[in-house]
DNA sequence: CTGAAAGCGCTAACAC
DNA sequence: GTGTTAGCGCTTTCAG
């Protein structure tokens, strides 16, 4: 491996200035950064990041952590904040906790502040409490997609209008007329979507739908779960004629449990998501969901750990990104006749 | 931040009988041990790994090379790779290439054997050539999933039997009586998956289906490039009765290209695919593929890149596995009466 | 504008 | 068993 004072030695100047060349050039005579730079190109000298982050005292590595990157919406996601990371020089670190709090702590406990100079940490088990007294030991963590998280000027947290979010879902459906409408209620880890939820009920109660009328399911944040949760709630509930679903992969399995109990989707039953993962689009028919911002989620929880990293202080305690929009594809459609009320 | 210094200063030893408490606490006295350890709880010592690598030449952190973390095989990947780096004490940076060679070649010029010990590299733009001159400086570099890469000593491939598997979509259609037989032959990063389709169409061959007989359309790897490829195939070829798709996305795509323009699947065209994404069987239906092992690809991979970064030669070039399997589910059923050979 | 020197936090010989 | 010492490769004052 070429070091820096073999990149010196070649150049004729020391360490300091190689080092001066490659970091503040406009500092060194021009001379002298040509041949710097020419002693680097002929002995294909790489800067030694690891050296370098302890001399800087901080590195260049941020960590993302999350429950489980299968899940479609985090690859998405990674591939925003990596792409925003790698922008601003920063390389992203994975850390899957496999949905396991044991797994999030070690994970924590080894690098943050160490080996990344910041965490963005997804939804998770481990407590938001627990994660601000981390913080307070001076790593730059931010959380991020947190449904329920007190947030702190020390703890800041990026997320989307839930509330807001449920809103437009439950918007959509009563503008078609749906009245008999059923819920599934995703659990993910750090807990249950229920303000995606609450605002889609209140939603529906400011339109005078009453609360109680909408049947609602808990399952976890799977296809698979949604399928098995909605083949149950339509069984119990079978004059439904809407569905909304607090994440698009329940919504997915909700369109496969509805087609194999003969209801045709959105004839007989229109079904709506949350989260526009590609699979959305992607899937048939295609989901009517209502969409998070995630590049811009992604890049705003970057640039705020980047800068908690770098000293500047957050300006608020929540970040809020607003912009959660109805996507209308294929699953929904105006309420049956027979079942309209008005 | 907690140095090694001050717990040392604490437990009135030095750093360096610290150290070795933390890394051979067998070589030091118990009481010893023991007095090191509450000074450690007492100030809530982290190590800086940073420091440690430094020191010890070389990280803890493994890089994961991939051209597009969007395409859902890879987050199958990552998580198992990333499991397998954590079991062994490693840690995962995800470099995504966006396809991109430049973001490539920048990421690897940056982190291979600094910030990153090893790295895996997925099929990407990069020339084997290329990357093999940069293993030949040292670092810990391993190819996995490269369709066609020369692997050397120096620059060791872990994938599957790419041939077999093409093989065994080959032998289930040619057992349900399928002749006429198209393929949509998918074009990742680092060029086509054509090792898959002359394993298919081989296989074929060795049971008596002339090789021009296979209609092959090329398209990009993506559920909608399938989509279009499929129509176009299709439109062309209207007789045909089963579909190839070198890759899963494709073979989703083409089997919504067949609902619209009315074919039935399985009914009227059978449609098979290759890897088995988990979309492969949450998808409707669902879908017939051969399914790649990718949880031994990527501990394999993981273990290779840590055996060579911790010095242990590599004993072949070429790791093979060769597990792949076919998974029949709902896409492929027996050619239609009417177009029957035999 | 460049050089000298100290030090980031830790590890690893080698003494004692 | 434990301490001493010398770095790992780089950045960063501070002199000159």
Redesign the interface.
Same mark, same amino acid.
């Given at each position: 491996?070429v070091t820096l004072a073999e990149v010196a030695q070649r150049a004729q100047v020391t360490a300091a200035t190689v080092s001066n060349v490659l970091r503040n050039p406009q500092k060194v005579k021009p001379t002298t950064v040509e041949r710097v730079m020419a002693a680097v190109r002929e002995l294909?000298y =790489?800067?030694? $990041?690891?050296?370098r982050? %302890?001399a800087e005292g901080r590195?260049s590595?941020l960590a993302l952590m999350l429950s489980?990157?299968?899940n479609?919406f985090?690859?998405?996601f990674?591939?925003e904040a990596?792409?925003a990371a =790698?922008r601003r020089g920063y390389? $992203?670190?994975?850390?899957?906790t #496999?949905d396991n709090p044991a797994?999030a702590r070690a994970y924590l #406990?080894?690098?943050a502040?160490? %080996?990344a100079a910041g965490v963005i940490v997804m939804n998770t088990d481990v407590s938001a409490g627990e994660l601000a007294d981390i913080a307070q =030991?001076?790593s730059a963590l931010v959380l991020c997609m947190w449904e329920s998280a007190q947030a702190t000027r020390a703890l800041p947290c990026v997320t989307v209008d839930y509330t807001h979010a449920g809103g437009l879902a439950a918007a959509h459906l009563y503008e078609l007329g749906h009245r008999r409408i059923g819920a599934l209620l995703g659990e993910g880890s750090g807990g249950p979507q229920s303000v995606r939820l609450r605002g889609f009920v209140e939603a529906l109660a400011a339109r005078g739908v009453a609360a109680d009328a909408v049947k609602v399911h808990a399952c976890r944040d799977s296809?698979?779960a949604g399928y098995d949760a909605a083949r149950a709630l339509l069984s119990e509930q079978p004059k439904l004629t809407a569905l909304f679903a607090t994440n698009d992969l329940m919504a997915?399995g909700a369109i496969?449990a509805a087609?194999d109990i003969g209801k045709r989707v959105p004839q007989d039953l229109s079904v709506i998501g949350l989260t526009n993962i590609? %699979?959305a689009h992607?899937? =048939?028919p295609a989901l009517t969901t209502v969409g998070f911002p995630t590049a811009a989620i992604a890049s705003i929880a970057v640039a705020l750990t980047i800068d908690r990293i770098e000293g500047i202080k957050p300006k608020r305690d929540a970040y809020k990104v607003p912009l959660a929009e109805l996507v209308i594809r294929d699953t929904t459609a105006p309420a049956p006749k027979a079942s309209r009320r008005k």
């Open positions: 491996m294909g =790489r800067p030694n $990041l690891t050296a982050a %302890l590195t590595t489980n990157i299968s479609p985090y690859p998405e990674v591939l990596e792409t =790698r390389f $992203l670190l994975v850390c899957n #496999d797994i #406990d080894k690098i502040g160490t %080996l =030991r001076g296809i698979e997915i496969q087609a590609h %699979l992607q899937f =048939r």
